[in-house]
């Protein structure tokens, strides 16, 4: 059974950082490139980011650049989120998810075929 499983979520102050993780199970990451993405109450879900299957690829969205970073251990079958400088305004839940082809879509949720359940991120002091 394929699965992606997120963890590291959290309650965190402003101005604080969590690193979420992605881990798979019944498929080996390295043959996907896979997306964060975060829902928060009321909201669609948005792309935040996506690497590459070798990792030397990636994009952001403009509300992350320069805070969020996307990293990826394939010989740990994981991906990492590493938010930095949170906001109120980051509080969501985040997925993973994973897909076959890295391109320009990458922020569009039809784009993925797998996903995990969620993990929970809350900004606030």
């Known amino acids: 059974q394929l699965q992606l499983v997120e963890s590291g979520g959290g309650l965190v102050q402003p101005g604080g950082s969590l690193r979420l993780s992605c881990a798979a199970s019944?498929?080996?990451?390295?043959?996907?490139?896979i997306g964060w993405f975060r829902q928060a109450p009321g909201k669609e879900r948005e792309g935040v980011s996506c690497?590459?299957?070798?990792?030397?690829?990636?994009n952001y969205a403009d509300f992350v650049k320069g805070r969020f970073t996307i990293s990826r251990d394939n010989a740990k079958n994981t991906v990492y989120l590493q938010m930095n400088s949170l906001e109120p305004e980051d509080t969501a839940v985040y997925y993973c998810?994973?897909?076959?082809?890295?391109?320009?879509?990458?922020?569009?949720?039809?784009?993925?075929?797998?996903w995990g359940q969620g993990t929970q991120v809350t900004v606030s002091s």
């Open positions: 019944g498929f080996t990451l390295d043959y996907y490139a």
């Open positions: 998810a994973a897909k076959f082809l890295f391109g320009s879509s990458w922020y569009l949720p039809s784009e993925y075929d797998y």
């Open positions: 690497i590459n299957r070798s990792g030397g690829m990636s």
